[in-house]
Nanobody, 124 residues
Framework: QVQLVESGGGSVQAGGSLRLSCAASGNTYSRNSMAWFRQAPGKEREGVATIYTRLSTPYYAASVKGRFTISLDNAKNTLYLQMNSLKPEDTAMYYC?????????????????WGQGTQVTVSS
């Protein structure tokens, strides 16, 4: 079992930055892949960034590439998402996800473990 707890969301003006954190606990081998997703009201959940934890290999959605950075602090069992140059369309609930599979996927069905989410609101 894996427990994921997100934090760091909030309200920011367009062009600003936020850093999300996801504290992970439980079976390390169930966290070979970790990712950030987001879901805006009335929209499907969208994969934002993912990382293969053993090699810290990242992969980004085109909509955030160059603005967001996913990283992992293994000593703290914490996943981060640094979000820069935020836009109003980045407004959503952001979720952390993990799975034992070793790969990179931005499909929500790939992941078995989810956090409760943290809200990000970007105003224009």
């Amino acid at each position: 079992q894996v427990q994921l707890v997100e934090s760091g969301g909030g309200s920011v003006q367009a062009g600003g930055s936020l850093r999300l954190s996801c504290a992970a606990s439980g079976n390390t081998y169930s966290r070979n892949s970790m990712a950030w997703f987001r879901q805006a009201p009335g929209k499907e959940r969208e994969g934002v960034a993912t990382i293969y934890t053993r090699l810290s290999t990242p992969y980004y959605a085109a909509s955030v590439k160059g603005r967001f950075t996913i990283s992992l602090d293994n000593a703290k069992n914490t996943l981060y998402l640094q979000m820069n140059s935020l836009k109003p369309e980045d407004t959503a609930m952001y979720y952390c996800a993990a799975d034992s599979a070793s790969g990179l996927s931005l499909q929500s069905s790939y992941y078995n473990y989810w956090g409760q989410g943290t809200q990000v609101t970007v105003s224009s």
